[in-house]
Every structure is written in C-alpha cells, then in structure tokens.
C-alpha cells in the first residue's frame, strides 16, 4: 500500500515518550523535533494508532510541506496540493494557523488563504462551484516554523487525552496525556504499590490502572477520522476487535488515592468507573492526620 507521512503532536517534553510509543507500535524509523514525532505509515494504521497513542496530543496526516516567503507562495503551493486524494465534495475544512519565526505572522490571513486554496482545488478537481461542507471534518492545520509551511489534516477530532472517561472534574484538573506521562516516568511497575496523596478526579491512578491492563486509551472514544471514506470501517473495526482482546484480566492492582475533598474523591471513583477500572484503585477522603482529624475509607 502507499505510504503516507504522520505527525504525533506531543507537550514539550514528551517527545522521547511518544517515540518509544511509537516505536513499540511498529514504526521504529520516526523522526523527532520539538513537539512532534513524524513517521511512515499507511492510511490502515490511522486507527490502531488513534487508539493506542497514550502520550500524544493529536494524530496529523502531512498533505506537504514547502517554502512559504508571501502570500502568493501559500496560494499557489496549497492549490496545488491534491486535497481531492482526501477531501470528498461535502467535507467540512475549517483552517487553523500557526507562525514561529515566519514571514507570514498574521494568522487569519493564512487561514483565508488556505482555505481559498483548498476551496478552489476542490472545485476544479470535483467540477463544482457546490461545496456544502456537510460532510465529515477534515480539520486543515497549516503550521509556519522558519518560512517553511507544513499542511496537514487533524486525523484524531477531540485532542487524544480526552479518553471519554472524565466526566467528573475538579479544579485543575491534570490532562490525561501528562498524568500517563508521569505514571510513565515514575518508577511504579504494576506488581507495586501505587499511591496518589492528593488524586483530585483520579486521573494519575485511573491511567496507571489502563496502562497495567493494556487498555488502549481511545476505547471509549470517537476519532474525526472515523468518518474518512478513505478508511474503511474494516480497518477501524478491526482495530477496535484487537485492542479489547488485547486487555489484561491476570493482575492484582494495588492503586490507592486519597483527597481531603469528599467531592473530589466521588469524582474520581464515577472517572475510574467510567474507565472501567473501579475495582483497581481505593479511593478514600484522607484528612491531614497532623490535625488530628479521620480518615475515612471507601471504595
């Protein structure tokens, strides 16, 4: 099959994680620069790695990439791009722009331009002044760093930490991405004892308990992508089919997270039941024993 070029968008930080992630997914070639990993693939693996990526923010299909010094150039190198490879007559392209270091700083005239561009390939390529937009996104990133234009499609919708099982925030609240990352960092393995002193809605404990179970993180969530023609409902079928039979039941975990808030901690045991990890973590409203004040134990 064609190869085509993804971007695993990541926090400063999180760069070597999102790698070895990567990496262990079957993609051992991937290059790094600050914030994104970039690789080979085939379109057949936009699922399983919308699914799987616990540390990255997002999933992004590179369209090109090109200099980019005036507003002619974006035209012009954007037009030519084949967004029809990818795009049907009724997909929905909002743009979204960004400029590092660039010639091109102002940011809605970028937008303006592309989506020109974009509108006016279309047109040509579908022989049709009709483009309703009623389709499924294709959200168009168009990312500037040193005069050089990076175009791409934003395969994932929703940013990949929103796993779907946070209902119930408190003030604050750490991002799923970074509290996967700190599990990951930290030297906890899961035949050990874990304990959050201050759990908040649970989200450190409840994505340890994912990651010991093998639970891929996107279960409990829809992709933009999933809504591609490109991509069969097969490949996101099967991909689905395999990350369940993929789950862990053989493990005893000791997860413990306590919060002087008793809202905070009833937030995080309907989080950990959302993620279906309930029966892995004890949570319970711990107050500051110094005070001479209980604690009070609950599952």
């Not at 049709?128 to 934003?154: F, K, R, W």
Request: charged share 25%; proline share 4%.
């Amino acid at each position: 099959m064609e190869k085509i070029t993804l971007i695993a968008i990541c926090k400063f930080g999180l760069e070597k994680l999102v790698k070895i992630e990567v990496n262990h997914l079957g993609f051992p070639d991937a290059l790094v620069s600050d914030g994104r990993i970039e690789f080979e693939a085939e379109l057949a693996d936009i699922p399983r790695l919308n699914l799987w990526l616990r540390y990255a923010d997002r999933l992004l299909l590179k369209v090109g990439e090109f200099p980019a010094l005036t507003f002619d150039d974006l035209y012009e190198q954007v037009r030519a791009l084949p967004w029809e490879t990818w795009m049907p007559v009724d997909g929905r392209f909002p743009v979204d722009a960004k400029s590092v270091k660039s010639a091109l700083q102002s940011l809605r005239s970028c937008q303006s331009i592309v989506k020109k561009a974009v509108v006016d390939r279309l047109q040509a390529a579908y022989h049709t002044a009709d483009l309703p937009e009623t389709g499924a996104e294709y959200a168009i990133q168009v990312a500037l760093l040193n005069d050089t234009a990076t175009l791409t499609l934003d395969t994932s919708g929703a940013g990949l930490h929103k796993r779907g099982y946070r209902t119930e925030t408190v003030e604050a609240p750490l991002k799923e991405t970074f509290a996967a990352g700190l599990v990951w960092l930290s030297p906890w393995r899961p035949d050990g004892l874990l304990i959050d002193p201050m759990c908040g809605s649970g989200t450190i404990l409840i994505e340890a308990a994912l990651k010991a179970r093998q639970i891929a993180p996107g279960l409990r969530r829809d992709f933009a992508s999933e809504g591609w023609p490109i991509i069969t409902t097969a490949a996101w079928r099967e991909a689905r089919e395999a990350a369940l039979a993929a789950r862990r039941s053989d493990l005893t975990l000791q997860l413990f997270g306590y919060d002087v808030d008793a809202t905070a901690v009833a937030a995080a045991r309907i989080n950990a039941a959302n993620a279906g990890v309930a029966d892995d973590i004890v949570f319970a409203q711990k107050m500051c024993a110094i005070c001479g004040l209980t604690v009070k134990l609950a599952r």
